[in-house]
């Protein structure tokens, strides 16, 4: 009876070994598998971006990337993560948003000194994705000097910037920015963290100091054949100056939507929002989409938004493009445009030869919001659409003013 009780249990911890031998192993396979899927992924995300020729491709490309991360997040989920897996996970979890996950791999990586610049880079986004600015600031400080790729370390000091600008930093701000311009070796990203230094500096309380280097610049751009860039220089100085000041009156438009024609002296006493736009561009349909969901909540408390376009000749909204219509064809597109997105506000469209409003407020770039207090008096203007700043947040203290 002993000789079949030891045989007996000899069985069962042989055949407990082996499962938990499979099991390892499965977690092996598991493990490998999504480590050669990873890589997989990189190389033909590589292929895929050399091959971008159009928009359509590229919104593909976006369309592909997107789900394939998401098959690779849920091979990590089921994966045991080994040390041999933390760089991929730190950018697996951070295209996802799993900003947690990225967060712990990356610090461990950079806790080991197994670091690279794209862990560095998804820990500083995702500490800025979370809204932990001055952390994601005093994180750069500590690793800005490990980072070997100029241009990505241009990069996040922009993005830093940008949101030390969003809370007020404008110190902080306009260092980074100086910085960015320094390492970033692409013209369009300079311009852009010249413009962001630019203004920050002004915001600081810099004010002649930034006059006199815009001043600088401009006759630089004029000397070197840039009239352009020095155009854009002398409007954003311009737009600088317009806060503080009484906001220019609307002349009157061609056309008007979902309101009688509007006049800023007529709507004092209520905060009022100028929103340069066109359906055509981008970052201006999903500012209408924040600007949707501030309208309903604080129209009935005093803010009036008027949205300000011109007639192109042509209509393009993301979906579709019609070209050489009618002003009237126009109008309705226009219509139906907004109605689909719940955008109900004043809508004032100009003919293209009227340039003065466009002037009087120093657009060159859309869109531009200009936020006008109670008094009548600029109190912001911002150019781009900014997914960092907190518009209701900031409208609801015009309204307590």
């Known amino acids: 009876m002993k000789r079949f009780e030891i045989l007996f249990f000899t069985l069962i911890l042989g055949f407990f070994s082996l499962f938990c031998f499979a099991v390892q192993q499965g977690k092996e396979v598991k493990k490998n598998t999504f480590l050669n899927e990873f890589q997989n992924y990189q190389k033909l995300s590589m292929t895929k971006m050399r091959s971008i020729r ?10 592909w990337k997107k789900d394939e991360l998401k098959k690779l997040l849920t091979m990590l989920q089921k ?3 080994t040390p041999d897996m933390y760089s991929a996970a730190v950018e697996v979890f ?3 948003d799993r900003l947690n996950g990225a967060i712990k791999y990356a610090k461990i990586l950079i806790k ?4 690279n610049d794209d862990v560095y880079y998804a820990l500083i986004e995702s500490y800025l994705k979370k809204g932990d600015v001055l952390l994601a600031e005093n994180t750069f400080n500590k690793i800005s000097t490990k980072i070997k790729n100029k241009n990505l370390k241009g990069e996040l000091e922009g993005d830093l910037a940008d949101m030390l600008m969003n809370k007020g930093y404008f110190k902080k701000a306009a260092k980074l920015y100086n910085s960015a311009m320094k390492d970033s070796g692409r013209k369009e990203y300079k311009d852009y963290f010249l413009e962001g230094y630019l203004t920050a500096l002004y915001k600081s309380g810099e004010k002649t100091k930034a006059n006199k280097l815009m001043d600088e610049k401009i006759g630089e751009l004029n000397k070197s054949g840039d009239s352009r860039g020095a155009k854009n220089i002398e409007k954003l100085k311009y737009r600088l100056s317009l806060v503080g000041k009484m906001a220019p009156e609307l002349l009157t438009a061609s056309k008007w939507l979902n309101s009688k024609p509007l006049t800023l002296k007529a709507l004092k006493g209520k905060v009022v929002i100028l929103d340069f736009w066109a359906p055509w561009c981008p970052p201006c349909r999903m500012e209408i989409k924040e600007l949707a969901k501030v309208y309903p909540k604080l129209h009935k408390k005093g803010l009036e938004i008027i949205g300000i376009t011109s007639f192109y000749g042509f209509f393009s909204d993301g979906e579709m493009v019609k070209k050489n219509i009618s002003k009237d064809k126009e109008v309705s597109l ?16 100009y003919d293209r030869s009227n340039k003065k409003v466009y002037n009087d407020y120093g657009v060159y770039g859309i869109p531009e919001i200009v936020f006008i207090g109670k008094n009548g008096k600029i109190k912001r203007v911002d150019v781009g659409f900014n997914s960092d700043f907190n518009l209701e947040k900031f409208v609801e203290k015009l309204l307590a003013k």
């Open 54 to 63: 159009s928009r359509a491709d590229y919104m593909a490309f976006k369309t």
């Open 112 to 115: 080991s000194n197994k670091a």
């Open 79 to 81: 994966s045991k993560i």
């Open 94 to 96: 951070f295209e996802n």
């Open 334 to 349: 226009i219509g139906d445009f907004l109605k689909k997105r719940n955008a109900n506000w004043p809508i004032a469209i």
